[in-house]
């Protein structure tokens, strides 16, 4: 089955120990990118890859890094959690160089930092 | 700069109706919308892609349309059941955009047995 799987669906952590949500899809997408989802503030995109060993930032990238070492995998880096980065993340993957192309996304990743 | 809003925020009926979702969005140099439907707390689900060449999509009960020209989508849903309550979402990729999806905020349905 074609899907976006992330890891973990849950997660509570203390301020500042460093954390890695996995992100892996399975239909050899180039693109691949993250969001963040908080109540009021919509959906925000944290970083977005174009292909491996290629990253550039969103609309709210600071606290977090991410690498593209394989096509299939995309993980989420928050070297410092801090409460501010309690949010639902999602994880989203697509064709690149096909502007008909959708986006699959990932089932989220719910993250409380106390 | 892209701007996506979705009326209303919060939509009720009961079950059996058929209602309307709207989404609009101020540049029109789009390359497609996407509606989505997300259950509380729960993952994206991809429920309609629109190409910027269509006019409108089917699957089921949900009929997507898109009138880029004037920046508008409407999701139609025939015969609302309750299993049907979920926010539903709709995203567009903009030209130029690094392949980001613009999103609306929302609208909340509710379909009341």
């Known amino acids: 089955e074609a899907q976006v799987t992330q890891n973990p669906r849950y997660l509570i952590t203390v301020t500042g120990k460093k954390l890695t949500v996995t992100c892996s899809q399975n239909m050899n997408h180039e693109y691949m990118s993250w969001y963040r989802q908080d109540p009021g503030l919509g959906l925000r995109q944290i970083y977005y890859s174009m292909n491996v060993e290629v990253t550039d930032k969103g609309d709210v990238p600071e606290g977090y890094k991410v690498s593209r070492k394989e096509k299939r995998n995309f993980p989420l880096i928050l070297e410092s959690p801090s409460p501010n980065q309690t949010s639902l993340y999602f994880c989203a993957s697509s064709l690149r160089d096909r502007e008909n192309y959708g986006y699959t996304f990932g089932s989220g990743t719910r993250l409380t930092v106390v | 700069k892209q701007e996506v809003t979705q009326i209303p925020a919060a939509l009720s009926v009961p079950e059996g109706e058929n209602l309307v979702l709207n989404c609009s969005f101020t540049?029109?140099?789009?390359?497609?919308l996407q509606w989505f439907r997300q259950d509380p707390g729960k993952g994206l689900t991809s429920l309609l892609l629109i190409q910027s060449s269509q006019r409108e999509q089917t699957s089921g009960r949900l009929n997507a349309s898109l009138d880029k020209s004037s920046g508008r989508s409407t999701l139609y849903i025939a015969a609302s059941q309750p299993g049907d309550s979920a926010t539903y979402l709709c995203a567009v990729r903009q030209v130029d955009s690094n392949y980001q999806l613009i999103w609306g905020a929302g609208t909340k349905l509710i379909i009341k047995p």
């Open positions: 540049d029109s140099a789009i390359y497609n």
